[in-house]
């Protein structure tokens, strides 16, 4: 699918749904997404950052760092801090690719990170548990989570699938990431970052609300054939930070709280709509993300109706950025289009 070409500034954008058969093609189609401004996604995680360590405090939470987690942190912040300064006036397509593919993967870890360590203070403010609720859903919709564990726990193979396909939540952005940097489509980059952001913040207030055992705990009453990836994480853990018995985060050793909805199903969607328009990703990356979907209501131990939930939360994650980019394309264009009709000249001195 070819893209139609307009020139709406200096910093022209790429339509978020061309083909990626021309990867550095710079041009935006009318109503395209605009460039989410860098200021913007900093404003937003300077707010959760403030906001996690309200809720920290209140839940008198600290944060735990092994020395080897300091030295590699501070190695990688200065690694960061270095490349970004020493490729910021990148002279040539690899210098800026190199530039973008820091910025890109960098701000995704950092929504990543602030989003496991704020379920902490959430589970703490959390209360009761919504698992009869979500199993009743579960019945509604006529599936058996305990019959889907079984086949799992009666198969190895499946087993090994099944982790290794919940576990590559972190290699489909690293390749989207990547490419959108080799391809110059920064505007798909941070429209990618704000969604993921954004559907974690929405699912950490959904959490909040209703938290859950999983149904491991809930409907295996002590009798577990086959331990998930996700184990009992939530039973064991929520009414320890509820109690203030459990007073630090460990970085090093996070553990996934959230049950409903489910965010591994949230980031799946994502991925998949991120890759649709790139024919070279497409595919392969469809392909992981429908695994990935299928592996977590055992290795995630969520209900079957965490999964639709996550869906949705991600969709309309991503209708609500496009629209916050649409408004900047706006934006940009009626700025240009002001700076053509009246041309600016400079002020005599």
Known sequence: MKAVALQVSERSVSQFEIDAAAPSAPASAAGAPGLIPLSWIFGALAVTVATITLF??????????????KILLFVYLVGVTAALYYWHDARTEWQRAMHDTVEHVSLFALVCLLGTVATYPAAAASSGFADAALQRADVLMRLDWLAWYGVVAA????????????????????????????????????????????????????????????????????????????ALDQQQLIPL?????????????????????????????????????????????????????????????HYFIDVPAGIAVALLAMAAMRRVAAWFALTEASISAADSTYPRTPHPL
């Open 155 to 230: 198969h190895p193979l499946l087993q090994l699938v099944e982790r290794f396909a919940y576990e590559s939540i972190y290699v489909s952005p690293a390749i989207l990431l990547g490419y959108f940097a080799y391809a110059g489509r920064k505007p798909e980059a941070r429209l990618f970052i704000a969604s993921f952001w954004l559907a974690a913040v929405m699912t950490i207030l959904i959490f909040t609300l209703m938290p859950a055992e999983g149904p491991l705990a809930f409907l295996s009453h002590g009798h577990f054939s086959y331990m998930p990836e996700s």
């Open 241 to 301: 930070l509820r109690l203030h018995h459990l007073n630090s985060v460990n970085l090093g050793a996070l553990k996934g709280l959230v049950s409903a909805p489910s965010f591994h199903a949230a980031s799946a969607t994502l991925f998949i709509v991120a890759a649709w328009p790139i024919r070279t990703l497409r595919w392969p990356l469809l392909l992981l993300n429908l695994a990935m979907l299928m592996s977590t209501p055992v290795e995630g131990t």
């Open 56 to 69: 920290m405090m209140r839940a008198d939470l600290g944060i735990s760092l092994s020395v080897d987690l």
